[in-house]
């Protein structure tokens, strides 16, 4: 009997419980019981603001603010999965953490990972019992061609993806390292992880799926947005002139001159001729150079875009059929290779000092900091006034896996960024029962 997987599509935002549940392989979680978690974690906050007094412009802030643990839409936070997790004698940490050991540098030895982007979470975790594909998802299920697929292996139970995509051993570390790229945090999931549950039930979510239903299901979400691609591709290239529509840029494609006139317009079908011509091949070398891969590249669009044309009417007559098949060609090989604007180089991981040891509650030069991330969570410390604002950066990335050299620490109360990070608590004028948010860098 085939093994299957268990995955649940995105509904509204519980992708937390998505996460969570695909992460267990099986229908665990609903949305009420992570909410009567983050109505837990809100209360323990509630009492920690009152400390600073009910009247104070902290707790007045913070009681007008939304859950930082659940959304109204149904978004949980970190400190919330976690805590669901426990449940399972499963721990969650940062995976560039001290605490996680190794786990970045050889995730292939770990068991699941959760990730979250702003408001977005997912799982991906090892299945040694369901045979998958060699090769990563990104290029379909099939992989090299002669490898024969092997037992077990990674999935990627994202919900917003119509089924589980597999993701090879190999890959896996540079696909968590490009998640992190975008801004993913990353956290490692430690501990027994559960077997599948009993396929015959899938909860109010989801679904149980064979290798074979959920390679099929993503290729044709992937043929889907490949058409939409294309035709929106062949709607700027036809806006490009104008009127004339098809019957120009066909002129245009069989070498015509697209005009009697001179001047601006003529320039802009010469331009695109040539453009057209040199992706058909017609020209001489004078491309980007940009080898095999972007050769390849070209001719994938081509065919999405000839596909998403041949979908587009009736045939017409007289040869019309290859006439549009060739101008998709053309066309989408022509804006493949086009080269996009030069995107600013990520800034280099920001060094951190040690977080520094936890002053006790007594301690004259304390100060008691709240800390609101992007998932929502809020974290809750004590440092020393004498301590440097790094300290509590260091602290946050090594609680959260924020990226602190794409974000920085903001005071709330008078609003204004703690930009320099080697200045102590004290002199950045952050004092005890503060509230601070980390929040992108501009």
């Known amino acids: 009997m085939a093994r299957l997987l268990y995955h649940e599509k995105q509904t509204s935002m519980l992708c937390g419980v998505h996460a969570l549940n695909t992460l267990l392989q099986g229908p665990y979680f609903s949305a009420h019981d992570l909410a009567a978690i983050a109505t837990e974690f809100d209360e323990r906050e509630r009492a920690l603001m009152r400390e600073s007094g009910v009247e104070s412009a902290d707790f007045l802030r913070y009681m007008a603010e939304d859950s930082g643990n659940a959304a109204a839409d149904g978004n949980f936070s970190i400190q919330v999965l976690t805590k669901a997790l426990e449940v399972w004698n499963l721990t969650c940490v940062p995976a560039t953490s001290r605490e996680a050991g190794s786990a970045w540098r050889s995730p292939q030895d770990e068991v699941a990972f959760l990730c979250n982007l702003d408001q977005h979470w997912f799982a991906v975790r090892r299945r040694d019992d369901v045979e998958s594909p060699s090769v990563h998802a990104g290029g379909g299920f099939g992989g090299k061609k002669g490898s024969a697929p092997k037992p077990g292996g990674w999935w990627n139970f994202n919900s917003m993806f119509p089924a589980p995509q597999p993701i090879s051993e190999l890959y896996l570390s540079a696909f968590l390292a490009q998640l992190k790229e975008e801004g993913y945090s990353i956290f490692v999931v430690r501990g027994a992880l559960p077997a599948a549950a009993d396929a015959s039930s899938s909860g109010t979510y989801g679904r149980w799926v064979n290798v074979e239903d959920a390679a099929a299901d993503n290729k044709a979400a992937d043929a889907v947005k490949a058409a939409g691609r294309a035709r929106c591709a062949a709607e700027q290239a036809m806006a490009r002139v104008g009127a004339g529509g098809r019957a120009t840029l066909t002129t245009l494609a069989r070498g015509g001159g697209g005009g009697g006139g001179g001047g ?99 301690d004259p030069a304390a100060v008691t900091l709240a800390v609101r991330v992007p998932s929502g969570r809020r974290l809750s410390r004590r440092f020393r006034d004498v301590d440097a604002v790094a300290a509590v950066a260091a602290f946050v990335a090594a609680e959260t896996g924020v990226d602190m050299s794409r974000h920085a620490l903001v005071a709330a109360f008078p609003r204004r960024p703690l930009s320099d990070l080697g200045r102590t608590l004290k002199d950045a004028g952050v004092k005890d029962k503060e509230a601070l948010s980390v929040e992108p860098r501009r």
């Open 264 to 362: 601006e317009g003529s320039a802009d079908d010469a331009e695109l001729q040539a453009a057209i011509a040199a992706s058909l091949g017609h020209g001489h070398g004078h491309g980007h150079g940009g080898g095999a891969g972007k050769r390849d590249s070209a001719e994938d669009a081509a065919r999405a875009l000839a596909a998403s044309f041949a979908g587009a009417g009736a045939p017409s007559a007289g040869g019309g059929d290859d006439a549009d098949a060739d101008l998709a060609a053309a066309i989408a090989a022509s804006l493949a290779q086009s080269t996009p604007p030069h995107s600013q180089p990520p800034p280099p991981p920001m060094a951190l000092p040690p977080v520094p040891d936890e002053p006790a509650a007594g």
